[in-house]
């Protein structure tokens, strides 16, 4: 059985940083993608950044470009989200999540097979 767990969530001002953790049990990961997404209260799930299996390549979502970090440790199955200069609208539930096999889009939740239950993370201004 797999398991997807967040960690690192919390309460931060403005302008600070938060590392979000997600450990992977139950699968290994370095065969996958791995994508971090967040839903924000009264608003859909959007993809906030994404890695390739290998790191290769990344995504990230024009709202957190240049203040958020996606890495990965795959001998660990960890995937991590450094999250830096964060802002109120950063608000959210943050969600991990393991790709599936190709994944021609990031952004597809379908094309994701695992998810976490979430970690929330707060800016308050």
């Known amino acids: 059985q797999v398991h997807v767990v967040e960690s690192g969530g919390g309460l931060v001002q403005a302008g600070g940083s938060l590392r979000l953790s997600c450990a992977v049990s139950?699968?290994?990961?370095?065969?996958?993608?791995m994508g971090w997404f967040r839903q924000a209260p009264g608003k859909e799930r959007e993809l906030v950044a994404a890695i390739s299996w290998n790191s290769g390549s990344t995504t990230y979502s024009d709202s957190v470009k240049g203040r958020f970090t996606i890495s990965r440790d795959n001998a660990n199955d960890t995937v991590y989200l450094r999250m830096s200069s964060l802002k109120p609208q950063d608000t959210a539930v943050y969600y991990c999540?393991?790709?599936?096999?190709?994944?021609?889009?990031?952004?597809?939740?379908?094309?994701?097979?695992?998810w976490g239950q979430g970690t929330q993370v707060t800016v308050s201004s």
């Open positions: 139950g699968r290994t990961i370095s065969r996958y993608a």
């Open positions: 999540a393991v790709g599936g096999g190709l994944m021609s889009d990031y952004g597809e939740e379908l094309l994701y097979d695992y």
